[in-house]
Each structure stands twice: as C-alpha cells, then as structure tokens.
C-alpha cells in the first residue's frame, strides 16, 4: 500500500502517535518514481507504548522518497514484556521486503529508528537469525540502546518496563551494546547533547562496541535539539533542532548514505 496509517491520536501539542496497533503488525512500501537501489525499514520511536506517527514516520517516508530512497514503514506491536514481538515484527519487514527487492528495483535494505525505535533498529542490526532479516545498514536515531540506564529518566524508565517488565535478564540481553559483532551493519548514530530523555552514553556507548568489533561506524552529536526532533515537523518554522542543524543532520545522513 501507497497510503499512511490512518488511526492516530492527536497529543496536545499536535503530534500524531499510533496507538491502536493491536495483535498484528502492519507495514507500509513506499516506492520512488526512480528507485536509486536502497530501501530503509523505517522504527518510530514512542518508548514502546506508542508510535510517533509524523516526525519519525510519515516525514522520514517523505525524505526517503525524495532522494530515491524506497521506504517500508513498520508499525510494530508492543511488547508488553514480552520483547520477541517488535523484533520479530522488523524481521519479517526485512524478509518481505527481501523477497520483493528486485520487483522494486532494491539492492541494498537498511533499516532506521528513533528512540525505542533505535532500540529496535539495533535489535536487528544484532539479533538477525540469517541474512534474509540482516540489514545491509543501520541509522540510529538518539537511540535507547542500554536498558540499564533506567536511572537517566523517566522515559527510559517506562522503555525499560514496557519491554521487559523489569526482569533483569532480559534487560542485560536487550542492552544491544553488548550484542553487536563483526556482522553487525555499517551504523551511523545521531544524538543531542542535551537529549533529556536519553542519555548520550546509549549511543557512545554501541558506537564504542561498534569500533571494538570494527564495524564501519559514525557518530554524530548535536550541540543542540534535546529528544524526539525526527525529521522535518509537519507545521513550517517550528524545529527542534535550532539553526542550520537540520540541514546539517540531514546532508550527513544522505553523505554517508551514498556511501553504504
């Protein structure tokens, strides 16, 4: 399907967050006039009780579009404690988009997330049981990659509960850190400084595991943006991230991009 999901709830603030995702997890292919030969299955974040809709979903398919890029976008189950569900749900992304590849012109599938999203676009950089679900890259976007950082705030507090109900053994599996190999993907990590709902040491963090394990890595951090500034905002003139940082962020995404 060529249509965006169409249960969201509107915040206060006017964001839009998929909460209705139910017992089956749904994706959506986006296909560009001229496909350039890459494709990203694309994780909003929402700190595994929800989906940003807008800034870490629709707006990332726009963006993709626009430079070629083909765009599966995966609205994934909760876990509910159980962390099985979202990772299983991005790998069958992966396997459905592997079968149709060359149909749609793709060569190389990555995978991108925000937040929990991040977390989970680690997941698959890490836990893919063969090369139908790895993704050929990974972006990773102020990622919540260690579960055992639940003392930063209160929103890695919820991820922690929502995807693994505080057991101790899950949350040391679930910190991707310690999961990431020589097989894991060329990964480019973006965070902010002042990020007030995920510590930087997530992303210093697996990118220190990522150079351990010499992995083809990057890791950007922004003076400036706090948590949750996504891609370009729906309403024009507001952005988190202040000054020329948009378009900075986004020139080295689509840099390293052409690299990997």
Same mark, same amino acid.
């Given at each position: 399907?060529?249509?965006?999901?169409?249960?969201?709830?509107?915040?206060?603030?006017?964001?839009?967050?998929?909460?209705? +995702?139910?017992?089956?997890?749904?994706? &959506?292919?986006?296909?560009?006039?001229? $496909?350039?030969?890459?494709?990203?299955?694309? $994780?909003?974040?929402?700190?595994?009780?929800?989906?940003?809709?807008?800034? #870490?979903?629709?707006?990332?398919?726009?963006? $993709?579009?626009?430079?070629?890029?083909?765009?599966?976008?995966?609205?994934y189950r909760m876990p509910e404690g159980n962390p099985l569900l979202p990772v299983r749900d991005v790998q069958?992304?992966? =396997?459905? /988009?592997?079968?149709?590849?060359?149909?749609?012109?793709?060569?190389?599938?990555?995978?991108?997330?925000?937040?929990?999203?991040?977390?989970?676009?680690? /997941?698959?950089?890490?836990?893919?049981?063969? #090369?139908?679900?790895?993704?050929?890259?990974? +972006?990773?976007?102020?990622?919540?990659?260690?579960?055992?950082?639940?003392?930063?705030?209160?929103?890695?507090?919820?991820?922690?509960?929502?995807?693994?109900?505080?057991?101790?053994?899950?949350?040391? *599996?679930?910190?991707?850190?310690? =999961?990431?190999?020589?097989?894991?993907?060329?990964?480019?990590?973006?965070?902010?400084?002042?990020?007030? &709902?995920?510590?930087?040491?997530?992303?210093? #963090? *697996?990118?220190?595991? !990522?150079?351990?394990?010499? +992995?083809? $890595?990057?890791?950007?951090?922004?003076?400036?943006?706090?948590?949750?500034?996504?891609?370009?905002?729906?309403?024009?003139?507001?952005?988190?991230?202040?000054?020329?940082? =948009?378009?900075?962020?986004?020139?080295? !995404?689509?840099?390293? !991009?052409? =690299? *990997?």
């Amino acid at each position: 399907s060529n249509s965006f999901h169409k249960e969201y709830v509107v915040s206060s603030d006017g964001s839009k967050h998929y909460t209705e +995702v139910g017992d089956g997890a749904e994706i &959506k292919i986006f296909l560009p006039e001229k $496909c350039n030969g890459k494709m990203m299955v694309i $994780c909003p974040g929402g700190g595994y009780r929800f989906l940003s809709g807008i800034t #870490e979903g629709e707006n990332v398919v726009r963006w $993709c579009l626009d430079k070629g890029i083909a765009a599966c976008l995966l609205i994934y189950r909760m876990p509910e404690g159980n962390p099985l569900l979202p990772v299983r749900d991005v790998q069958n992304a992966m =396997r459905y /988009c592997r079968h149709h590849s060359a149909d749609w012109g793709v060569k190389e599938i990555g995978v991108i997330g925000f937040s929990a999203g991040g977390h989970l676009a680690a /997941c698959a950089s890490t836990l893919f049981p063969d #090369e139908m679900t790895r993704p050929d890259f990974a +972006v990773l976007v102020y990622a919540y990659t260690d579960l055992n950082t639940e003392g930063f705030s209160k929103s890695a507090t919820n991820c922690t509960w929502h995807f693994t109900h505080g057991d101790r053994q899950k949350k040391d *599996y679930y910190s991707m850190h310690a =999961r990431v190999s020589d097989q894991t993907p060329p990964t480019i990590l973006f965070i902010s400084e002042d990020d007030d &709902k995920v510590d930087t040491w997530n992303s210093l #963090e *697996y990118y220190s595991a !990522l150079r351990e394990h010499k +992995v083809p $890595c990057e890791l950007h951090i922004i003076g400036e943006g706090k948590h949750g500034w996504g891609f370009p905002p729906e309403a024009p003139g507001v952005d988190k991230l202040p000054g020329n940082l =948009r378009q900075a962020v986004l020139s080295t !995404l689509e840099s390293w !991009l052409e =690299r *990997y």
